[in-house]
């Protein structure tokens, strides 16, 4: 046992460690990314944050309307943007985001940008948007002087200036980078297979450090005067004012979205500039102000014309802006996704490993092997979907396959190891042992020697009634078929009660509850399956007696007590059965029916074990041979919600009580008038009518039995 314990746990830890080092790689890169996404589409919500921002889209809508309306091809003239600005500023936004590159001078002349330009000075809080990346993707490599210069500056505490770093820029026109409150980055990359699920929160360039535009505008909203907020930059994490960004090992924050496309509230640029232009003169306009007041805009495009779409998790067709404003709306919730701590994942993922190597080696049918499999696989899933739901990021699949591929090792090593040992036990102990018996000597080998231990067990005796007096009668192969059929259906009913059947006796029956497998309920099962068998009985006798000339009846005796319960037997052949005085009382009670006329009789420890559910008959206290103690017996009658039960018990419980107390003849006389229709009245009236003529010596209110 111990060898095959170390086994697993090397097998465990070599898929550990085989697994960690692919994923080190970068191997399962693509199954991570496909799992991530099902988590992020599953733990999508709104946040509280999610009111405070607002989109105002360049859509389909907003570029028809400018043509036909106003006979203006894209792209607009840049005075366009004014109103949309004046509308921001006079509704009371927080502040406002372009996530437009004006990087060419207009094409309508210099006071088209000298306009744009007036427009983002008279509006105070606007973020424009600075294009940076590498060659060939723009052609300023320095900042230019007149460049904006409420940017932070590059520290010695900068960690992530090679990842984060861009040597060209895309530099906008001085008209908008001289009059923007701020700059901020609008170019990022996805990931390997080009669907966006993190994003750089900075960028450096020419030792500036360049927020995205969603966090830049968080950043103007923050700022005093020209002082930006109090910036932290660590290898773990970025600190903005008040709030942190969690960093991955590559310096990039992981988005937690909040929905498909649409799910922050967006309007048209057309509606938003036709309701500056309709308040401008007094008029109403189809866009309330309310809905911008103390909020954040970003303003982007979603035409698809304008080729600013983005695959993400969410969907493949993702506005560019909407990726900036789910930014904005995770710094100000302060929910970004966390990266789980690599130490922490290596020990969890070590030790499910381990664990599953244990389960799958320890498994001793195929379904256990299937369900430790199983389990191996959606263990680390369902762990990934909470530590989502709680804001962690941790890889799934590779501690999923790592788990299963140590998972099949042990249950191979087990198979080739111990099948040809379970395959000898199983052949050698089918015949005589009960198959939980079996299963327990499968789990542990061990088990075959000789002893047992002490347990509190319900025990049933059962016996055909004058079974000698038909049996003459009937050949043996009529003989054998009227036991086989009797014998499997009382076995059955003992084993949909859960019982153990030790042995068959000739036409007795000998089975307890409560071993091999521990069952609390002991008592009660064995009162149903009693009454059960009583009922097959008695739905059969009439098929049985004209097939065999034979009318059933058999008599049951149930105790409850400690017994000793193992493999008893010599050395060369053993059976799994009990021991004790209370198995002893239980066949004595089975055989005590015939002196009060009763079919099933149980002990007084049953009757207090089963439970209140039973409707009872006191037979009354007896004194078994080979027992001094008295024993008070009773008679279950069936449960509280069963039909047909006797009216005429409170009676009979007042004969019984005659009886006891020595008053023979009036007890004889109560029990006569019942015994019309109860065979154990006319039992106790027959007693009663003998011991008033002769009174037995020093009565004490217990029957006291001659035979057994």
């Not at 008679?635 to 009580?657: F, H, M, N, Q, V």
Request: hydrophobic letters at 45%; a neutral charge; glycine letters at 8%.
């Amino acid at each position: 046992m111990r060898r095959r314990h170390w086994i697993a746990l090397l097998i465990g830890m070599a898929g550990w460690a085989l697994w960690r080092m692919l994923a080190a790689q970068g191997a399962l890169e693509r199954l991570e990314q496909v799992t991530w996404d099902w988590r992020a589409r599953w733990t999508a919500a709104p946040s509280p944050a999610t009111d405070a921002i607002r989109i105002v889209l360049l859509d389909q809508a907003s570029l028809d309307w400018a043509r036909r309306e106003m006979r203006l091809p894209w792209p607009w003239p840049r005075e366009v943007y004014g109103p949309i600005l004046d509308f921001c500023r006079r509704a009371g936004a927080r502040a406002v985001a372009l996530d437009l590159v004006f990087t060419e001078p207009s094409v309508a002349g210099v006071a088209d940008d000298e306009a744009l330009g007036a427009a983002l000075a008279r509006n105070g809080r606007v973020a424009a948007a600075l294009y940076l990346g590498g060659p060939g993707e723009g052609e300023t490599t320095r900042w230019p002087a007149d460049g904006t210069a409420r940017m932070p500056a590059l520290t010695a505490a900068t960690v992530w200036s090679n990842r984060w770093g861009a040597s060209h820029a895309a530099w906008p026109i001085p008209e908008v980078a001289t009059n923007a409150a701020m700059l901020g980055s609008v170019s990022d990359t996805g990931d390997s297979d080009g669907v966006f699920r993190r994003v750089r929160p900075f960028r450096v360039f020419d030792g500036r450090l360049v927020p995205m535009l969603g966090l830049a505008l968080r950043m103007l909203d923050l700022s005093v005067g020209d002082q930006l907020p109090p910036l932290e930059i660590a290898v773990d994490q970025v600190r903005i004012g008040p709030h942190r960004v969690p960093l991955d090992r590559e310096g990039r924050v992981r988005l937690r979205f909040r929905g498909a496309s649409g799910t922050h509230r967006a309007f048209s640029a057309a509606a938003v500039i036709q309701s500056e232009l309709r308040l401008a003169e007094g008029g109403t306009p189809t866009v309330d102000p309310a809905e911008f007041r103390d909020r954040y805009v970003l303003v982007g495009a979603s035409a698809p014309a304008l080729l600013d779409l983005r695959p993400t998790p969410l969907g493949r067709v993702y506005p560019g802006v909407e990726i900036h404003a789910t930014a904005l709306d995770n710094l100000l919730a302060g929910d970004f996704v966390r990266p789980l701590p690599l130490l922490v994942l290596d020990v969890a993922a070590m030790l499910w490993c381990l664990v599953t190597s244990l389960a799958a080696g320890a498994a001793r049918r195929a379904w256990q092997v299937g369900l430790a499999l199983v389990a191996a696989v959606a263990g680390p899933f369902c762990g990934a979907l909470g530590l989502a739901a709680a804001g962690w990021y941790a890889p799934a699949a590779w501690p999923s396959l790592a788990g299963l591929s140590v998972g099949i090792g042990a249950a191979l090593y087990n198979y080739a190891t111990e099948g040809r040992q379970k395959a000898f036990i199983q052949r050698a102990f089918r015949h005589y042992l009960g198959p939980e018996v079996i299963e327990q000597l499968l789990a542990d080998p061990s088990r075959l020697r000789l002893g047992g231990e002490k347990r509190q067990l319900t025990i049933f005796f059962s016996d055909i009634e004058k079974f000698s007096t038909f049996s003459e009668r009937l050949d043996p192969p009529q003989l054998t078929r009227l036991l086989n059929e009797y014998l499997t259906a009382m076995g059955r009913a003992i084993l949909d009660h859960g019982g153990y059947v030790d042995k068959y006796i000739g036409d007795a029956i000998v089975a307890f509850w409560n071993a091999p497998v521990e069952q609390p309920d002991h008592a009660r099962r064995a009162v149903f399956a009693a009454l059960a068998c009583q009922q097959i009985l008695d739905e059969r006798r009439a098929v049985w007696a004209e097939q065999f000339g034979a009318e059933l009846h058999m008599r049951i005796g149930l105790n409850t007590g400690e017994v000793v319960v193992g493999n008893m037997g010599s050395e060369e052949r053993f059976n799994y059965t009990v021991l004790g005085d209370a198995a002893n009382l239980a066949s004595r009670l089975e055989g005590a029916n015939k002196f009060f006329g009763s079919y099933v009789m149980v002990a007084d420890t049953v009757r207090e074990a089963a439970g209140p559910q039973f409707v009872w008959r006191r037979l009354g206290r007896i004194r078994v041979v080979g027992r001094r103690a008295p024993v008070t017996v009773w008679e279950p009658l069936g449960t509280a919600a069963s039909k047909g039960l006797p009216e005429w018990l409170p009676e009979y419980d007042r004969a019984l009580a005659l009886a006891e107390e020595g008053r023979f003849a009036e007890a004889a006389a109560a029990f006569e008038h019942l015994g019309v229709k109860d065979p154990v009245s006319r039992a106790h009236a027959e007693r009663c009518r003998r011991f008033a003529v002769q009174p037995p010596a020093d009565w004490d209110g217990v029957w006291t039995l001659e035979a057994k």
